[in-house]
């Protein structure tokens, strides 16, 4: 934890209250400049801090964006947060993090941006994200799998954003194969994960995840292959983003530890149990072909199992799965 984040906790301990510059150098060891200068510092980044003579300094208002000290604080993770970095803008999350993770990052860090230049989703298409009012986050794991389970991850992440939407913002989600999660059929969030591995090892898999949380409808792009919404159009709320990613990074801590115990079974019939088109007639776009039947469930690497008509079943790796009521 920075000094910055001491600081900003020693406040919030005080609830608005004045803390003296004296009481703050003794606590964090540093001297009374130090502490002037990192005050100054977090009045820069957006906090209403009040300075009054011989009283000290108060914490009055938080910036828009989220900080690492409002994530890690009452986070209850065993893997997932053991380091936070929140960004007011970058790239992309998922490229921040893999040069965390080549720099020796711990397992389990996560790196969050209230603003994404260049936010990806599947097949390189690009991920609206304004400031403010979404959730942009990217995870590190370093799972001891072989290589060909590392797809199993993506069900994992989809099926923890799903329940993370029905615990904080009391929304039924449904997760779309392979990465989309959906709410009254329009897209809510999508996952786009990468992997850095050798033949026959795995050195790091990145969970990048993008949630519409208080997105207006003029902030919205124009759809694609899915309409769009957010929750705070679904719902009318707006969104306590602190609070819904540490719910998020605890549930995936919890289904991650699982999913090291006990392998892809209990993930693949939590992700099976929330899909939209499981046992539906759909069908599935490829680049040359398109193919129709009954939607019957995961392989175990993650493959679609699509019954035909004749009764064969289909593994599908790739493509675009529609209802057949939506053609």
């Known amino acids: 934890m920075t000094t910055r984040d001491r600081i900003l906790n020693l406040f919030r301990s005080h609830e608005g209250a004045f803390v003296s510059g004296q009481e703050i150098s003794t606590q964090l060891g540093i001297s009374r400049a130090a502490v002037w200068k990192q005050v ?8 209403t801090i009040e300075a009054k003579h011989a009283q000290g300094y108060r914490l009055l208002g938080n910036p828009a964006y989220l900080m690492a000290a409002d994530i890690e604080r009452g986070l209850k993770t065993r893997i997932i947060g053991r380091q936070v970095v929140s960004l007011e803008e970058t790239d992309s999350t998922n490229i921040q993090i893999k040069a965390l993770a080549e720099q020796g990052a711990l397992e389990g860090a996560v790196l969050v941006a209230d603003r994404q230049s260049a936010g990806r989703g599947r097949l390189g298409r690009r991920w609206e994200s304004p400031s403010g009012v979404n959730l942009y986050c990217s995870i590190l794991l370093k799972p001891h799998i072989p290589v060909q389970q590392a797809p199993q991850l993506t069900f994992l992440s989809a099926a923890a954003v799903a329940e993370t939407m029905t615990r904080v913002c ?9 990465n989309d999660i959906l709410v009254n059929g329009a897209k809510i969030a999508g996952l786009l994960n990468e992997m850095n591995a ?23 792009p124009t759809p694609l292959n899915y309409p769009a919404t957010s929750v705070f159009l679904e719902t009318g709320q707006q969104v306590d983003r602190a609070l819904f990613l540490r719910t ?11 999913f090291l115990a006990e392998g892809f079974l209990p993930i693949r019939r939590r992700w099976e149990r929330l899909c939209a088109v ?34 064969r079943v289909e593994r599908i790796l790739a493509g675009d799965v529609r209802l057949l009521s939506e053609q």
Request: proline share 1%; with cysteine.
């Open 278 to 311: 499981m046992n539906s007639r759909v069908t599935v776009d490829q680049e040359s072909t398109r193919l129709s039947g009954t939607v019957v469930g995961l392989d175990v690497d993650g493959a679609l199992r699509l019954q035909c008509e004749d009764g």
């Open 198 to 220: 050798e033949t026959e090892q795995i050195h790091f898999v990145i969970l990048g995840i993008g949630i519409n949380l208080n997105m207006t409808a003029e902030q919205l």
């Open 170 to 178: 009391q929304l039924s989600a449904c997760v779309k194969w392979p």
């Open 40 to 47: 100054k510092g977090l009045q820069q980044l957006g906090f």
């Open 248 to 258: 998020l990074l605890e549930i995936l801590d919890h289904y991650y530890t699982e």
